[in-house]
Structure formats: C-alpha cells, structure tokens
C-alpha cells in the first residue's frame, strides 16, 4: 500500500511538472499560426500593390498551349525563353494553372500566394519540429523578400518544385519514407534541380532503413517518374529525356551568379564542369565521412545493413532537416548554373536554418560563402 501510494505521488508530482513544459512547447506553434496569418495579410499587399514582374510566365504558358495541342516532341515545345527544359511534372502543373486562371497573371498571383503560405506552412513545421530556433526566431522566415518575389511576382516553376520538397521533408521527419519519395519525385518532375537534395536524402534513406526498404523506395520514386512521363516516353522517349534531364547543358554566362568573375570562354568549357564536378564530389565525400556519418561509430560500408548485423536506427528530425541543407549548398556552391532565382532551392527556402550557428556565417557575405556556416553545424 505505502508503495502505491508513493508511486501515485511521483506520478502525481510528473504530471504537475511536465505540464508547465507541454503549455512552453506550444508556444512555437501559437506564433508560427500568427506568423502564417500576418505573412497572408503581407502576401495579399504585395498582390494588390507592386508590380508583377514579367520574366517566365509567357514563355511557361506558350509551352503549355503547345503540349495542349498534342505536341509530344520536347524538341518542338518552345517559347519565348527557348526550349522546353523541364520534365512532364511542370507541363501538369501549369497546364493546370492555366486551367483554373485562364493564363491570366492577376489570378495565377493569388494562386501562387496560396501556395507561398502552404509552402511557408511547411517550413515552419520542419522548424518547430527540430527545436533548432527559439521560437520567436521564427519570424525570421517571413522576412525574405526574394522569396516573396519569387511566389507572388515571378510565378517560378521553383516554387512548386520547392513546396513539394518541404513536403516530402515533411513526411520524412515522421518516418513516411515511401510516400515522401513519392512526393519528391513529384518535386523532381516539376524542376530537375531537385535532384540536388537527392545525395542527402540518398545517405539519410542507408542511414534508417534496410536495402530492401531503399530499394522498394527508389523503385517507387522511378515509378512515378515514368508514369508522368510516358506520353512523351511512348512517343518520342530520346528527346523526351535529353531535354528534360539535360544533365550536359551550358548555362549563359550572363545569369551566373557564383562564377560571374570567369571569362565566358572559360565558364562555357568543360575543363571547368569537370574541375567542379572533381572539387564539388571531393567536399560532399570528406563532409560524409568526417562530418554527418562520424557520430555512427562505422564506416558507410557498415550503414547499408546488408546482413542486418545493426537495428535500423531512428534519426535525429535535426539531422533529417540540417542534412538536406547541407548537401544543396555544398552542390550550389560549386556549380556554374547557380541563378538568382535558384535560392528558392538551394537554401529550401530555409535561408535562416542555422540560427544558432550565426556566429559562423556572419563572415559570408557573398552567397557562395554561405556553405561554411552550413557544413559546420553540430547537433
């Protein structure tokens, strides 16, 4: 009896502590849903009052007029930007987007504030779910006005592709691993640059799973791929993949942001992409051993579980988040397509992730810089 009754008291006395800490955990929660609505409210100003900014949009909707004809040659999708470069997912995407706003800019910009508070939403959830900020930290997502400009003025294929991303990132901090390579392979199938994340998601995916659930995933995520392809695979399947997944291509020297610096002649040889290809495996193989892998007490061999020798482990959501990060801005870093619009991706839209490592980035004042702050973080 006295030892019920002293096991009822620590229960007792528990539950009166931990709920002070459930009432202080809600707190990011609390003002991430503020900051969901203020950052509206602001969306809905930027519509009503600056200027749309005309770069893409004609070019996106003449694609999509000449896919809804029943044109299913990559080679013979144009327009006024030049050829069609994305895979099958952005023709959906847009064809559908010209469905509902009739190709109008005014209602595509609502359309696109929508999918900015999603993709703001998504965001936030990664954060508050790795405790990486305080919570009044957050604030600090709604501040960017590229990415404003990005959603609600430029109408970029990247917001779609970057939302997607979150989402799968999303699903993957809750362990939804086979759905989240779906969703990311939407992402892919909307702009190829996603493929940027896929090395981190690659080594997180040996890290917590079996082959055989790496596997299955893959083959899934490559499932997905062909199905949205397949009116251009069955038909024209060459041209098909070489424009859509162009991995070749020479970017114009005049949108470069990382090696504006270089001669064009230079910045358009090869000599160039396979030095930066050399310096860009070398930094994500000397990270992978010395950095993300090294609190596994083993070599990467050892976290493919081939014979199940090890459980499969849990990761930390930190680990989950930072990692994606990580990857990207070291792959941005050295490559020679880096844009203006591209920190919508090449940062997620995470472009305040390392609060706590502030003091490390305060140096880097050109973007390329960024990745030192990213690549040292400890957890």
Known sequence: MARAEKSRAASTASVATEKPARSADRRPLYFAAFLVLADAALVALIIAFVPYTKIDWDAYMSQVDTFLEGERDYTKIEGDTGPLVYPAG????YSAIKFLTGGQVFPAQILFGVLYIV???????????AEVLPWWALGL???SKRVH?????RLFNDCFAMT???AAMALIIYHKWYLGLIVFSGAVSVKMNVLLFAPSLLLLMVKAMSIKGV???LLGAAVVQVLLGMPFLLSHPVEYI????NLGRVFIHFWSVNFKFVPEKLFVSKELAIALLILHLTTLLVFAHYKWLKYCNCYVCRQLHWHRVCPIITLPILFLVLLFIAFSVVENTFSDTFEDHSISRCGALLEHLPFYCLFITAFAIFARLHFVGYMVFTY
């Open 90 to 93: 952005f023709l959906y995407v």
């Open 119 to 129: 993709n703001l939403s998504l965001v936030l959830l990664l954060y508050v779910k």
């Open 141 to 143: 997502l709604c501040l």
């Open 149 to 153: 400009s990005i959603f609600v003025l």
């Open 164 to 166: 997607l991303l979150h």
């Open 215 to 217: 596997f299955f995933a």
């Open 242 to 245: 070489s424009r859509a997944f």
